[in-house]
C-alpha cells in the first residue's frame, strides 16, 4: 500500500483565490510526521509545512495551513490568496518514527496559478 | 548561512559506467540523505548517512553506495549504471537527535544524472 497518495496530478487555482490541495496517508505508526514541500521547476525542494501526529491544532505557515483529519488521515495543504509565484509542483511526505529517518513521498500536485 | 548544495548539477553517462555524486549539508546538520526522483515521480529514500555510517537504507540495490566524511559531506556512488538510473538525485540534511528540527530536512538542489 501506498504510504503517501496524492489523487490531483495538476489543479488551476485563480490568482488571489484560495486552493486546497489533497494527501492522504497510510500508518500503523502512532507518532509520525506530515510534511509539505514545493518544488519549483528549478527541481529544489523546499519545506512548506510540518504537522505532528500529537499536534492538536492544524500548522500554518503564513499563507499555507494544513487541515490535518487524523481520523481520516488526510493532511490537505491549503493555500490562501495564490500567488503567480506558487505555481508548482507540492509534495506530500511522511515520516514514522517506527521507520526511522527515511520520508516517504507521494507523487505530487501540478500547480498552476492563473492570472 | 550556506544551505545543501550539490555538485555537478549536470552529468551525462553511458550505460555500465559509474557515477559519483557529492553533496554538502546545510551549516550546522550533521545527517545526510540521498533520494532518487524519477521524472514525473516523488522522490524514493535511497540511505541516509549519520556519524559516518549508513543509518537506514531503503529499497535499492548494491550498485548504489555512499560515504559521509567527517565534515559531514557525503557522496553517493552509482556503479554499473542502468538507464533506469536517470533521474534528479537529491541530497537533504538534517540534525541527529530527537528535536522537532530533527524531523526538517532542507534539500539540494539536485544533479540530473542522464544515463545514455
Known amino acids: 500500500a501506498q504510504k503517501i497518495t496524492q489523487t490531483q496530478p495538476g489543479m488551476f487555482v485563480q490568482e488571489k483565490e484560495a486552493v486546497t490541495l489533497d494527501c492522504t496517508y497510510d500508518t500503523s505508526d502512532p507518532s509520525y510526521g506530515l510534511f509539505w514541500y514545493k518544488q519549483p521547476s528549478s527541481g529544489e525542494m523546499i519545506f512548506l509545512i510540518y504537522?505532528?501526529?500529537?499536534?492538536?491544532q492544524n500548522a500554518t505557515e503564513g499563507r499555507y495551513s494544513l487541515n490535518f483529519q487524523k481520523a481520516r488521515k488526510s493532511a490537505n495543504l491549503v493555500i490562501s490568496a495564490s500567488q503567480l509565484g506558487d505555481s508548482a509542483m507540492y509534495f506530500c511526505?511522511?515520516?514514522?518514527?517506527?521507520?526511522?529517518?527515511?520520508?516517504?513521498f507521494g507523487t505530487g500536485t501540478s500547480l498552476t496559478v492563473i492570472p | 548561512d550556506a544551505g545543501v548544495t550539490q555538485s555537478p548539477t549536470h552529468l551525462i553517462k553511458t550505460r555500465g559506467q559509474q557515477v559519483t555524486l557529492r553533496c554538502s549539508p546545510k551549516s550546522g546538520h550533521d545527517t545526510v540523505s540521498w533520494y532518487q526522483q524519477a521524472l514525473g515521480q516523488g522522490p524514493q529514500f535511497i540511505f541516509q548517512?549519520?556519524?559516518?555510517?549508513?543509518?537506514q537504507r531503503g529499497n535499492f540495490p548494491d550498485r548504489f553506495s555512499g560515504h559521509q566524511f567527517p565534515n559531514y559531506s557525503s557522496e553517493l556512488n552509482v556503479n554499473a549504471l542502468l538507464l533506469g538510473d536517470s533521474a534528479l538525485y537529491l541530497c537533504?540534511?538534517?540534525?541527529?537527535?530527537?528535536?522537532?528540527?530533527?524531523?526538517?530536512?532542507?534539500f539540494g538542489p539536485g544533479t540530473r544524472l542522464t544515463v545514455l
Open positions: 548517512y549519520y556519524e559516518e555510517e549508513e543509518r
Open positions: 504537522q505532528g501526529s500529537y499536534d492538536q
Open positions: 537533504a540534511s538534517s540534525l541527529g537527535g530527537g528535536s522537532r528540527s530533527y524531523n526538517e530536512q532542507f
Open positions: 511526505a511522511m515520516r514514522e518514527s517506527l521507520t526511522g529517518n527515511q520520508f516517504y
